[in-house]
């Protein structure tokens, strides 16, 4: 079963909550909340208080995209704000052992994300103790950019990784995906699909999340 995650990146952030509102009702799974921090990407978005404030407004699950450097200080932050997912970047994570076990003993479930030029096997080794791999199809800070599908055999990759080590780790795709591209993702192994610009984007959102899930029918 594919899971549908729009990035509220791409929504209105002056009317936030109805922007929310308008996705549950659309039939998404998860709200995909990219937090920046101007270092780690060179652009800026939200953090903990705008999360906190969300928290009362919405059930979907909160899938936090940290980009942002030494991601550890702020873990427990995101777990007083509501995350119920917390995903950091492979690369600014000096100690993931150490962080990801931080998540979990907050309550979270933990991410990893891993920018097109990582290769799949920097998770290998923490793998049990990752609940979701985040596979950027595009380079991490902006909404709205082209999908890299040099990033496709990755996935494969970490498809036959996590099925080698018998872990139940979700993989999940982030950037450039729509209706033309979810397909090839999906058969290439990921099944939860972020999605900003195209959900937000649509005239019709449910009919977009029910188009992007149909990406997994007959893969
Ligand atoms: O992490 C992100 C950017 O760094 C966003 O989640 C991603 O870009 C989603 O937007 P779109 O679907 O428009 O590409
Ligand atoms: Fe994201």
Redesign the pocket.
């Known amino acids: 079963m594919i899971k549908i995650a729009p ?1 509220i ?2 929504a209105d952030f002056g009317r936030l909550a109805e922007e929310i509102r308008k996705v549950e009702e659309a039939g998404a799974d998860y709200l ?1 909340i ?1 937090v ?1 921090d101007g270092h780690f ?1 060179p ?1 800026i978005s939200i953090g903990p208080p705008v999360v906190a404030s969300l928290r009362p407004q919405s059930s979907l699950v909160f899938d936090v ?1 940290l ?1 942002i450097e030494a991601p550890e200080r702020y873990v427990a932050a995101f777990a007083e704000a509501g995350a119920d997912i917390l995903t950091v970047h492979f690369e600014a994570a000096r100690h993931l052992d150490r962080t990801l076990r931080l998540i979990r003993e907050h309550g979270m479930r933990a991410g990893v ?1 891993l920018n097109p030029a990582t290769p799949p096997g920097m998770v290998e080794y923490v793998l049990p103790l990752v609940d979701q791999v985040l596979v ?10 082209k ?1 890299l599908p040099e990033v496709v055999p990755k996935i494969a990759g970490l498809r036959r990784m996590v099925e080698r080590q018998g872990v139940g780790t979700d993989l999940e795709v ?5 209706p033309e591209t979810a397909p090839a993702v999906v058969r290439a192994g990921a099944n939860v699909l ?8 649509a005239a019709d959102a449910a009919a977009m999340v029910q188009r992007l899930r149909a990406a997994g029918v007959g893969k």
């Open positions: 990035s990146l791409s995909h990219d920046m990407v652009n995209h980009m994300a950027m199809t595009v380079n991490p800070g902006f909404g709205g950019q999908f982030d950037g450039g995906i729509d972020v999605a900003g610009s195209a959900v937000y984007g």
